[in-house]
């Protein structure tokens, strides 16, 4: 028990069940410690109902006595070992939390041996048994699809984990690496640097790039302004790099789009997609070197050809 706003309050709750209970015991011990004597007959209290229903003054059966006082020694019981008294704890120390702390250490327990056995194979190997990818799959769900989507297929800013192309790599290492520490894209707004016309014309060489729809005449003098400004993380053809996680521009694959407008936008204000170290997140839980292994695992899986 705990979180009262004031320190009256678990007194004022604590007199009450106390009182109560005592209460009821001496009102029942006062009503009921009446005995016959010897010879004497019950007395009859005066009222008749439906014609030949009599009220009559016996002392109360003991069974039925005895359940009344049980029930009084159980409250009592109960609030001697569980919370229940104001901010009282009980002798067993009982908190919800502690029981749900001791459920999650039994059910880690449980797993242990098997990510053990999970943690010797290297992540392909892991990656192909089919118990490693349905563990693996329900700790995706828990701790990557609200980004990556149910599907792993990714949506708008999120990259798809199922098409093999890769910002940052797809091979076991990396992947590990990457969802471990984290990763922050850095792509620098340059739209004042190079002015909207000069945005539109390098936007539309970067359509040129994957055969896209484009003006020809911008994209020639986009081409320079791609080599002074872009080359460096895209490199010079375009195909990206990953050690920046720079997207390569000539593929048909888009993270934020690939129409002419979202192009601008991109180049314009630049993207900051950021990737949460999971070795954070999965911070202080119990195996979290196997967890983080079964999700590489189960990650490099997904565009892995069966
Ligand atoms: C808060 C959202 C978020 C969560 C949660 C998240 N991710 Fe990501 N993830 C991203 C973003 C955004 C990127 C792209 C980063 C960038 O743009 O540079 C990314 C990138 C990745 C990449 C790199 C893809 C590539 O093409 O190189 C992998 C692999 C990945 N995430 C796996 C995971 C896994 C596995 C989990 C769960 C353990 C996870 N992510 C949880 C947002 C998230
Ligand atoms: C400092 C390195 C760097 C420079 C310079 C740079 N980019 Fe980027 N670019 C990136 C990174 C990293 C990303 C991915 C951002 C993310 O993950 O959120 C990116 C993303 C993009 C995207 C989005 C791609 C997609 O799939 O939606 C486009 C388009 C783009 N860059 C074009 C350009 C152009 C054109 C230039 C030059 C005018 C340029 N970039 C300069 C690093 C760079």
Same mark, same amino acid.
């Given at each position: 028990?705990?979180d009262?706003?004031?320190?009256?309050?678990?007194?004022?709750?604590?007199?009450l069940?106390?009182?109560?209970?005592?209460?009821?015991?001496?009102?029942?011990?006062?009503q009921?410690?009446?005995?016959?004597?010897?010879?004497?007959?019950?007395?009859?209290?005066?009222h008749?109902?439906?014609?030949d229903?009599?009220?009559?003054? =016996?002392?109360?059966?003991?069974?039925? +006595?005895?359940?009344f006082y049980?029930t009084?020694?159980?409250?009592?019981?109960?609030?001697?070992?569980?919370?229940g008294?104001?901010?009282?704890?009980?002798?067993?120390?009982?908190? #919800?939390?502690?029981?749900?702390?001791?459920?999650?250490?039994?059910?880690?327990?449980?797993?242990?041996?098997?990510?053990?056995?999970?943690?010797? #194979?290297?992540?392909?190997?892991?990656?192909?048994?089919?118990?490693?990818?349905?563990?693996?799959?329900?700790?995706?769900?828990?701790?990557?699809? #609200?980004?990556?989507?149910?599907?792993? @297929?990714?949506s708008?800013?999120?990259?798809?984990?199922?098409?093999?192309?890769?910002?940052?790599?797809?091979?076991?290492?990396?992947?590990?690496?990457t969802?471990?520490?984290?990763?922050?894209?850095?792509?620098?707004?340059?739209?004042?640097? +190079?002015?909207?016309?000069?945005?539109?014309?390098?936007?539309?060489?970067v359509?040129?790039?994957?055969?896209?729809?484009?003006?020809? %005449?911008?994209?020639a003098?986009?081409?320079?302004?791609f %080599?002074?400004?872009?080359?460096?993380?895209?490199?010079?053809?375009?195909?990206?790099?990953? @050690?920046?996680?720079?997207?390569?521009?000539?593929?048909?694959?888009?993270?934020?789009?690939?129409?002419?407008?979202?192009?601008?936008?991109?180049?314009?204000?630049?993207? =900051?997609?950021?990737?949460?170290?999971?070795?954070?997140?999965?911070?202080?839980?119990? =195996?979290?070197?196997?967890?983080?292994? +079964?999700?590489?695992?189960?990650?490099?899986?997904?565009?892995?050809?069966?």
């Amino acid at each position: 028990m705990s979180d009262f706003t004031h320190g009256f309050w678990p007194l004022y709750i604590s007199v009450l069940t106390l009182v109560s209970i005592i209460g009821t015991w001496v009102f029942l011990k006062s009503q009921t410690t009446r005995k016959l004597a010897p010879g004497e007959k019950p007395e009859l209290i005066e009222h008749t109902w439906d014609g030949d229903l009599q009220d009559l003054n =016996n002392p109360l059966p003991r069974w039925w +006595l005895g359940l009344f006082y049980g029930t009084l020694v159980f409250a009592l019981a109960y609030l001697v070992l569980w919370p229940g008294l104001g901010n009282y704890a009980g002798v067993l120390k009982w908190t #919800q939390i502690g029981e749900y702390e001791a459920e999650v250490q039994a059910a880690e327990a449980q797993f242990q041996p098997l990510y053990a056995g999970f943690m010797k #194979q290297d992540i392909a190997t892991v990656a192909a048994d089919p118990n490693a990818r349905a563990i693996g799959k329900n700790l995706f769900l828990t701790y990557c699809s #609200q980004c990556h989507g149910s599907d792993a @297929a990714g949506s708008r800013g999120f990259p798809n984990l199922t098409d093999g192309d890769w910002l940052y790599g797809g091979d076991p290492d990396t992947i590990k690496a990457t969802l471990t520490d984290g990763r922050a894209g850095v792509m620098p707004a340059l739209g004042e640097a +190079l002015g909207a016309q000069g945005t539109k014309e390098v936007a539309n060489y970067v359509l040129s790039l994957s055969g896209r729809k484009h003006d020809t %005449a911008l994209a020639a003098t986009g081409k320079t302004k791609f %080599a002074e400004n872009c080359a460096a993380c895209h490199m010079p053809d375009g195909t990206g790099m990953q @050690a920046m996680g720079a997207p390569n521009l000539t593929d048909k694959v888009w993270l934020y789009g690939g129409s002419e407008a979202t192009i601008i936008e991109s180049i314009a204000k630049g993207r =900051n997609g950021v990737m949460p170290a999971m070795a954070q997140t999965l911070g202080t839980t119990s =195996n979290k070197d196997a967890k983080l292994h +079964l999700l590489a695992a189960y990650v490099y899986g997904l565009s892995q050809k069966q």
